[in-house]
């Protein structure tokens, strides 16, 4: 199994990215998949999950800037980031679980199964 995302890059502030997360090796169409992010010097956070059923889910600092949606048929899913701030310069993760969900764990990164290697994502002031 492999995640692969693409579509980071550096952008001004006010901007906005596409990031894409394309999974190979199995279907992840009936779990959550979701978007977290590292910036330099602090601990992985949670930015953002969509469910098998649709549901989704955000962090407060990106509600209302950042989309996820899905590809089913292509396994893959996507984070539309808008109106970027400096403060979300990370690398950027993506990642799936494969187990069924457990309410209310979507921003607990250890309860995702599958990761990929990161992008990174540099807003510049």
């Not at 764990?105 to 599958?114: A, L, V």
Request: glycine letters at 12%; charged letters at 20%; proline letters at 5%.
């Amino acid at each position: 199994v492999q995640l692969v995302e693409s579509g980071g890059g550096l952008v001004q502030a006010g901007g906005s990215l596409t990031l894409s997360c394309t999974a190979s090796g199995r279907s992840f169409s009936t779990y959550p998949r979701g978007w977290f992010r590292q910036a330099p010097g602090k601990e992985r956070e949670f930015v953002a999950t969509i469910r098998g059923n649709g549901n989704t889910y955000y962090a407060d600092s990106v509600k209302g800037r950042f989309t996820i949606s899905r590809d089913n048929v292509k396994n893959s899913w996507h984070l539309q980031l808008n109106s970027l701030k400096p403060e979300d310069t990370a690398i950027y993760y993506c990642a799936a679980q494969s187990h069924k969900y457990i309410s209310g764990t979507y921003p607990d990164p250890s309860k995702y199964d599958y990761w990929g290697p990161g992008t990174l994502v540099t807003v510049s002031s």
